[in-house]
Structures are given as structure tokens and as C-alpha cells.
């Protein structure tokens, strides 16, 4: 079992950025792919980020290609995603989730029903 707990969210004004960590229990952390999903209200679930167990393979939606970044720390059990140049539409709230299905972040890391385990949400405001 793993339980994934959120932070960093809040508002922020266009142009600017939030850190949103995820804090993992359980000693099997290194064996899950990390990713980072949103929802907007009426609108379904979006993949944003994952980055692979080994840290060496990560994948972005392309509205946030040059603007987000995920990263993990295996020692510390943390995944933090990295949010610059926030826009309005970038709100939502994002969830972190994990998988120990596959270890590399390709095309399934981007399908949220393969994910096993989902934080609570934390939401990410961006006003104009």
C-alpha cells in the first residue's frame, strides 16, 4: 500500500509559480512511476507530468512542455512538480498518483486508470 499526500497548491497571479510536492509512505517507493494529474470542474481528469521509477524518463502534456517540471527524490520518498508562467488555465485541482504496474514514463503513464494509488487533490488557482 502506498498513500500519497499533496501540497504547495494556492493562488497565484498569471506569470507566476507553485511547487506542489507529494510526499509517498511505504519503503517500496522507488519501484512506482509518479505523475502528476489534473481536473478542472466539468471537465475530466488530464495528465500533466509523470517521471519513471528511475527517474530517468518523464512525460508532459504539451500545453506544459517548457513550463512544468517533475522531479523525485527516492531517498526522501517526494515527487515535486515544478509550475512556471502559470496561466488561467492552468487551474484546476492536481492530484498525485502512482503505479508500480510500469517503470517507465511512456504512452500508458499518461492513462490515469493505470494508476493504483491517488492523493487527496490539492487546488491550484490562477487568476488574470
Known amino acids: 500500500q502506498v498513500q500519497l499526500v499533496e501540497s504547495g497548491g494556492g493562488l497565484v497571479q498569471a506569470g507566476g509559480s507553485l511547487r506542489l510536492s507529494c510526499a509517498a509512505s511505504g519503503r517500496t517507493f522507488m519501484r512506482y512511476t509518479m505523475a502528476w494529474f489534473r481536473q478542472a470542474p466539468g471537465k475530466e481528469r488530464e495528465f500533466v507530468a509523470a517521471?519513471?521509477?528511475?527517474?530517468?524518463?518523464?512525460g508532459y502534456t504539451d500545453s506544459v512542455k517548457g513550463r512544468f517540471t517533475i522531479s523525485r527524490d527516492n531517498a526522501k520518498n517526494t515527487n515535486r512538480l515544478e509550475m512556471n508562467s502559470l496561466k488561467p488555465e492552468d487551474t484546476a485541482v492536481y492530484y498525485c498518483?502512482?503505479?508500480?504496474?510500469?517503470?517507465?514514463?511512456?504512452?500508458?503513464?499518461?492513462?490515469?486508470?493505470?494508476?493504483?494509488?491517488w492523493g487527496q487533490g490539492t487546488q491550484v488557482t490562477v487568476s488574470s
Open positions: 498518483a502512482a503505479t508500480s504496474a510500469f517503470s517507465y514514463a511512456g504512452t500508458s503513464a499518461r492513462n490515469y486508470r493505470n494508476y493504483d494509488y
Open positions: 517521471i519513471g521509477a528511475s527517474a530517468d524518463s518523464t
